[in-house]
């Protein structure tokens, strides 16, 4: 792995927020084993091996009954990792793959059968190389037919070049991690104000209100700074976020959470029993799990 890489806590605290019944962890990833599945040539970084064993205990330890495995982009476009996880959960975990234009139709139905429910396309420019938006709605119009969604990640400042891209794709968004909005900036100023519009304007984009670790200045464990941003989606969306822990954080650069005290910051973005089932057990339930 990368010399600077941070490896994940092996050893979370047990949350004290009980999450509800049939709770999804919505956003989280699997590393190799890289001896037996190879990262991809073309990645940005090489991160310490994280297996569906560690993750699926990882579940279990924190209350949650079933997760969504993001394919990683260490991993390019092979998704042998993400499907024998989905495999090993028998039925309590969904996919989002990584495809490309070529893919072919027997490739798609096999990734379905998996449990795989969406593709990822993402604009960090540092993780990844700019794939051109021609390749990109080739593949949306690929995956729309299995009704399927997208999963977004990129940076707040990207969002007004990225705009009617987004909203001219065929299917259901899903935004990563709030559109990584800079948490220093106001929560009612211009930038987060144009993110909340895409998703007030546009009923298909979803979001994850997840990731406080990530976009914190003001840092753990309480990321008081993350958490207007989070409340505000959670309220004005009700019926369209999700939650996700985001294990086993890659590229991490300041400090590596604990899964525990990151389950504790539920309860301060869901403040009502209602909103925090909403988040964590109707919308993601509804999205991965109850065909559209």
């Given at each position: 792995m990368d010399a600077?890489w941070?490896?994940?806590?092996?050893?979370?605290?047990r949350?004290?927020f009980?999450v509800p019944?049939?709770?999804v962890d919505a956003?989280?990833?699997?590393?190799?084993p890289?001896?037996r599945?190879p990262?991809?040539a073309?990645?940005?970084?090489?991160?310490?091996d994280?297996?569906?064993a560690e993750?699926?205990?990882l579940?279990d330890?924190?209350?949650?009954?079933?997760?969504v495995?993001?394919?990683a982009?260490c991993h390019?476009?092979d998704?042998?990792?993400?499907?024998?996880?989905l495999?090993?959960s028998?039925?309590?975990a969904?996919?989002?793959?990584?495809?490309?234009a070529?893919?072919t139709?027997?490739?798609?139905q096999?990734?379905d059968k998996?449990?795989v429910?969406g593709?990822r396309?993402?604009?960090?420019?540092?993780?990844v190389?700019?794939?051109p938006?021609?390749t990109?709605?080739a593949i949306?119009a690929?995956?729309?037919p299995?009704?399927?969604?997208?999963?977004?990640?990129?940076e707040s400042?990207?969002l007004?070049e990225?705009?009617?891209?987004?909203t001219?794709?065929?299917?259901t968004?899903?935004?990563?991690?709030m559109?990584r909005?800079?948490?220093?900036?106001?929560?009612?100023?211009?930038e987060f104000?144009l993110?909340?519009?895409l998703?007030r304007?546009?009923?298909?984009?979803w979001?994850?209100v997840?990731c406080?670790e990530r976009?914190s200045?003001?840092g753990p464990p309480?990321?008081d700074?993350?958490?207007?941003?989070?409340?505000?989606?959670v309220e004005?969306?009700?019926?369209?976020?999700l939650?996700g822990?985001d294990w086993p954080?890659?590229?991490l650069?300041s400090?590596m959470?604990d899964?525990g005290?990151l389950?504790?910051f539920?309860?301060?973005?869901a403040?009502?029993?209602?909103l925090?089932?909403?988040l964590l057990?109707?919308n993601?339930?509804?999205l991965?799990w109850?065909?559209?």
């Open positions: 600077d941070l490896v994940f806590d092996p050893h979370p605290s949350p004290a009980r019944r049939g709770a956003h989280c990833h699997i590393f190799g890289g001896n599945f990262y991809a073309e990645r940005k970084y090489t991160p310490c994280a297996s569906a993750l699926l205990a579940r330890h924190l209350g949650f009954a079933c997760n495995i993001v394919q982009t390019g476009a998704n042998r990792a993400l499907v024998d996880a495999a090993r028998d039925g309590r969904r996919g989002i793959a990584t495809v490309r070529d893919v139709d027997a490739e798609l096999a990734l998996a449990g429910r593709v396309f993402n604009f960090v420019k540092r993780l190389d700019t794939t938006r021609e990109l709605r949306a690929r995956i729309a299995l009704g399927w969604h997208i999963v977004i990640y990129f400042a990207d007004p990225l705009y009617d891209f987004f001219a794709l065929p299917t968004l899903v935004v990563d991690h559109g909005p800079d948490v220093t900036k106001p929560v009612d100023g211009t104000e993110f909340v519009r998703m304007e546009q009923p298909t984009i979001c994850k997840s406080p976009l200045k003001s309480s990321y700074d993350v958490v207007p941003f989070a409340r505000r989606l004005t969306f009700p019926d369209r976020v939650w822990t954080h890659p590229n650069k400090h959470p899964d005290r389950v504790d539920i309860p301060r973005i403040v009502t029993a209602e925090q089932r909403k057990v109707d993601p339930t509804r991965y109850n065909r559209q």
